[in-house]
């Protein structure tokens, strides 16, 4: 039947060319290692259209606040709408382009309340 890493599923691990297969203990990833961020396939099929066509237009961040400054208050949706994550929302708060003026709507950061 086999060894029992094969029977969870898993691989057998086979030493590279530079390794010896005779570790004795397991060399743990520095505690600061993190995997890089993966771009989904249709994200990066867009980017790519964008990079070719040559002209990058505007970013997300000058488009939600363009559209912030055009109608004032604007909701989640219709930011979404445009294209813009709603984590960015977050971080453009963060960055004090948008103000969070309620749950789910914000206002460009430069608007003076009335």
């Known amino acids: 039947m086999g060894s029992s890493a094969n029977a969870c599923g898993r691989g057998v691990w086979l030493p590279g060319t530079d390794e010896n297969a005779n570790y004795e203990h397991a060399i ?4 600061g ?3 890089p961020a993966q771009m989904r ?6 980017a790519e259209a964008r990079h070719i066509a040559g002209d990058p237009g ?5 488009r939600a606040v363009l559209l912030a400054r055009e109608r004032g208050v604007v909701l989640t949706r219709e930011l ?3 294209g813009v994550p709603r984590c960015y929302l977050t971080r453009m708060c963060n960055e004090g382009l948008l103000v969070k003026i309620g749950y789910g ?3 460009a950061a430069d608007d003076k309340v009335a």
């Open 41 to 46: 396939k249709r994200d990066r099929e867009r």
């Open 58 to 62: 505007p970013s997300l961040r000058e």
């Open 33 to 35: 290692t993190q995997k």
């Open 80 to 82: 979404t709408n445009i």
């Open 28 to 31: 743990p990833l520095l505690p």
């Open 105 to 107: 709507r914000y206002r």
